[in-house]
């Protein structure tokens, strides 16, 4: 099991490392790399179709086309974090949520790297016990 | 593996249909229920917390707290879709998308039940080799 | 007569304090909460069934599912109180306004804890004489 | 115990009667006028000084002034309804909301006239113990 | 000739200086006052009926009623302010934009003082000669 | 005394209707144009230097630019009435309202062209006692 | 020199009929075809590539990310044209405008084909003094 | 070929730098200006018509008219950056992109003066091998 994170953007790292943080807490495996879907499509495609990842987090702010050109490439989940440039991340949000019927895009919050990441372990712990376990305990943990 | 099809009120039934056509489509087991989340959260936590499914789709307009109300009851992924109520379905995707770090929901777009239910065979097919080719299959046919 | 002021996290406390601060200078009786919908369901639920309050100020960001969450297991008024934590409030706003039929949440402005405090006070008002002269007072004082 | 209904326009009268439908089915005595914050502005001051009414429900579109003027004249709790005339009620909703601190207005939902009734029920409700009991009976049917 | 500037609150007082600091320079004769359509209705209600004034300039935030609530009190012109409170000011541009048909207000746009005095000064120029000789040398300037 | 109520499209002809039919019940001279600021700029430049008008009324949807360039163009009255073609209006109020400082636009609310018209007559009865008395008898009227 | 109008979806086609009948007016050639950037992706890399096209006119609502992906594959210009299919069509407008720095896409209004057509051909006739002189032409009629 | 760079405030220069740079960057000539479509439309129109331009580029924020005021006077491609002064810069991206159908304008993003300069270069590059190659070059070195 292991997770690609992508950002359209190296201004975009600071979103990414609320990914990879709660990936780390987790114990997940994954990648990070930068790749935009409109100044490096072809990079974008190649990550997409790799067969190595079973969750995509898909980080991108403005026409934010990163995370719907991944879900263009791969059956596999894609999950689309909007990030505020503009217009507080409504931009970015629409362009995300709104995927055409037949090709599915999990958006999560604007700048919200945390879910994205909790979202993706939710969809591994599905055939990962120890996963489900964890889950379990970080929601304990939030109660107190 | 079995989906719970929840819709907030009877008058999301034409959204929740777009979902079951296509789990039916795969030939995902699912289960339909009608429950709001304000008007009977018994019943909306009950479901929640059955140990029967492994993803939510949720189905909800207006301040749409379906599906973060089940979220908040359960470690499975939940997905949201927002329905066109008032304001075009802004205030419902708003709800759905902007949950708080911590507890996750994968938004799709606005009366999207059809995305819905792809990105659950996603999600599904990660453990299912039948799933996975038969969206395959699928997407060859959305091309042609 | 007492009030429960619930945040749904302790970044909205600059907000609870708008509406402490009211309450303490019409001496009304008072408890604060930190309680998220999503995060703590359960309590949320113990704390909108207990029959000590007449009147709940919910405080809430985001998806803001607070107010609407307490007022599914209370039939005594819930008012909520957008927090601009993202979208300027507008995601807020909308989630505690756009409630829908059969349980009511009176929203007031975003981040208007002052108000949150004072429409709890007119409401008490109603059965007791000498709120009224406070907030006769109160209003008397803002003419000058 | 009395309830004044309010609305800016005749055009209104839809959402008004979605209000008193609810008031007469839990038996709750009320007034219905028209009266236009802008075109007759002593009028609203009148009926906002009238000591006869213990709730406020106030249904206006547009500008929607209506419960924030009807506020600015009385102590006792406003509601506000926004109607979708334009921009489907936006505007309405964000004038009935953003009041200034000091006078409070309750909103409910756009053209959410059943709420604005609940609302008003449940205000009552904290002084009569029958219209608790009914609101209990209400809220029990929903859940079937 | 004579114009009242008023502002809803004294935190307006940065919009307002644009309008005297122009109408000064046009040598236009003025009242400042400030007064809350919320907190103060008997003091606007007065202001508004008072003969003294031709055009009032209303400068609010927020829900913005002060504008309108004044263009109920008289048939002079009445220009409106949107001041950026909240939602950089949508709220207010909005409440003063969407007058009902029948009681009109005159825009300006949101925190634009300026054109407020200047739109005030085209109005009185249409019986003043010398003003709008002044109006015609101010426009050639900022052509320069 | 003579008005220009000029529209950008014939298919704002609609809403020029609302103007005129207020402009001829207070025995208002006016002429009425069409004449698009982007598809013939030289009319507009044209109708906006006549010095036969003292109030000019402009009706634009979309980008809506025709009362901004009437503006340009004169230093009387102009009143900008947005139409809602596109996003329910809010892109031409948007446009109408948010002139830059130094170039005033009145901005009347979306496709509300009888304030456009009461706007204007109550510039005009500032020098016309007969007018001022009829907007006294319509306010009157709409007490009623 | 021949133009490639492209839309995301068949149910655009209303829009595709906008451009072409203004393209044929022009005497333009060009090709049509319907290629979605997310169902059909290898589809609109192909055509991007093809070296046959002066300029590209894409067509799509919702996250329409189609002229954004045609940009990224191509050095030609890209014309998007947002469909209003959810939201009024400003999902689309902003998933086209808000391109990142590096790869434009020029935006034009939302539905409007005619537009995308005409910009094109200003394009095209810098370097064609027929179409220059038809564009005068056209022009030319529009003042009529 | 020459490119005109104009903006309509000298507020708007951060932006017409991020223009220039890019020119400056590719070897295309241009000229730059200050001129206010509202505060000077005759220097706007004479530039407009100015034969030595091939493509505009207009700069502007609020209602910012620039762009279509400039199209209105010449069948040259106009490309119009919209300027984040208000509301996010979406009131300035509006009146920009929702040109009436007949005088196209070519929107790029919000602030977004980088794109406004590479896709005026696409358009030149059409006729001009030498800046296709630097265009190639560009978009190779931004995928490293």
Redesign the interface.
């Known amino acids: 099991m292991k997770v690609l994170v992508v950002m359209?953007?190296k201004s975009d790292s600071h979103i990414a490392e609320r990914v990879t943080k709660v990936l780390d807490e987790f114990g997940v495996d994954y990648d990070v790399e930068v790749a935009?879907?409109?100044?490096?499509?072809?990079?974008v495609?190649r990550l997409a179709k790799s067969e190595e990842y079973?969750v995509f987090i898909a980080i991108a702010?403005?026409?934010?086309?990163l995370p719907?050109?991944i879900?263009?490439?791969t059956?596999?989940?894609v999950?689309g974090v909007p990030v505020?440039a503009?217009?507080?991340?409504?931009?970015?949000?629409?362009?995300?949520?709104?995927?055409?019927?037949?090709?599915?895009?999990?958006?999560?919050?604007?700048?919200?790297g945390?879910?994205?990441a909790?979202?993706t372990i939710?969809?591994?712990?599905?055939?990962n016990s120890e996963l489900?376990e964890k889950?379990?305990e970080y929601?304990e943990k939030?109660?107190a």
Not at 61 to 65: C, K, N, P, Y
Request: aromatic fraction near 0%; charged fraction near 20%.
């Open positions: 359209g953007s935009s879907a409109h100044r490096n499509p072809e990079k495609e079973d702010g403005l026409s934010a086309a719907g050109v879900a263009a490439h059956i596999k989940p999950i505020s503009k217009l507080g991340g409504l931009d970015a949000l629409l362009s995300i949520a709104q995927m055409p019927p037949g090709v599915p895009v999990a958006a999560v919050g604007i700048d919200n945390k879910n994205a909790l979202l939710e969809i591994l712990a599905l055939q489900r889950l379990m929601r939030m109660r």
